[in-house]
């Protein structure tokens, strides 16, 4: 079965330093998603990608957060000046269609020191 | 007031119960709903769809109610593998495109 990975699984930073999370989505798929996870608390929407360029983002997705399609089966966050409170698990998530199903990933644990 | 809300458990039940949970959201223009499951450190997946009329699959039935912007979710003859987090979702279209919104979930335990 088709599944959304993502690389690294865990990424320990130290903090001002610019950090990049990796994801694969299914390879269909257009929709793209990052979401985030602050331990214990709830899932958080950053951001929308579709047709190389951002759909919707969140309050969350400041400056300091970019997104990118680099090749026909990348999609990338990245963080450019990490904080010790973009420590999290982040999550991207893709769907075939715009109603689709939004099938997620395992998630990148990032840790900043 | 939260977009989702929902109580934060944890419910702990015998194998067998039947147990149900709530969901409140606040945005009236919320057009699509769903239940999503959460294992502890893993990824959310989607358990069910949500719509108006209630469905049903196998032992899992959802219900919404849009006049009060409630949702539930039954779980009947509970297994130990239902022992997971269950998050309410909910979004909107806004252009055409979709985000959604999770609530905070309800841990289950389900005990032998």
């Known amino acids: 079965e088709p599944e959304v990975t993502q690389t690294p699984s865990h990424q320990v930073t130290q903090m001002g330093q610019e950090v990049i999370l990796r994801c694969v989505p299914i390879s269909n798929h257009l929709y793209f998603?990052?979401?985030?996870?602050?331990?214990?608390q709830k899932v958080e929407f950053l951001v929308s990608f579709y047709n190389n360029e951002i759909s919707e983002k969140s309050?969350?997705?400041?400056?300091?957060?970019?997104?990118?399609?680099?090749?026909?089966?990348?999609f990338t966050l990245k963080i450019r000046s990490t904080k010790l409170e973009d420590s999290a698990m982040y999550f991207c998530?893709?769907?075939?269609?715009?109603?689709?199903?939004?099938?997620?990933?395992?998630?990148?644990?990032?840790?900043?020191l | 007031r939260k977009e989702v809300e929902q109580d934060p458990g944890p419910f702990n039940v015998p194998e067998g119960a039947t147990v149900a949970f709530n969901c409140t959201y606040s945005n009236s223009a919320s057009q699509s709903f769903f239940w999503y499951r959460q294992d502890c450190r893993k990824e959310p997946k989607l358990l069910m769809s949500v719509y108006s009329s209630g469905n049903e699959d196998g032992r899992f039935?959802?219900?919404?109610?849009?006049?009060s912007q409630y949702i539930s979710l039954l779980i009947r003859d509970s297994k130990l593998s239902d022992s997971a987090t269950y998050l309410c979702v909910v979004s909107r279209w806004?252009?055409?495109?979709?985000?959604?919104?999770f609530g905070s979930?309800?841990?289950?335990?389900v005990q032998p």
């Open chain 1, 33 to 40: 998603y990052w979401y985030r996870q602050i331990l214990g």
């Open chain 1, 59 to 74: 309050e969350i997705f400041d400056d300091q957060f970019s997104v990118e399609r680099p090749d026909g089966s990348n």
């Open chain 1, 93 to 112: 998530a893709s769907s075939e269609d715009q109603g689709g199903e939004q099938f997620f990933g395992p998630g990148t644990r990032l840790t900043v």
């Open chain 2, 61 to 67: 039935t959802a219900q919404l109610n849009r006049a």
């Open chain 2, 94 to 101: 806004t252009g055409g495109r979709r985000a959604l919104t």
């Open chain 2, 105 to 109: 979930g309800t841990r289950l335990q």
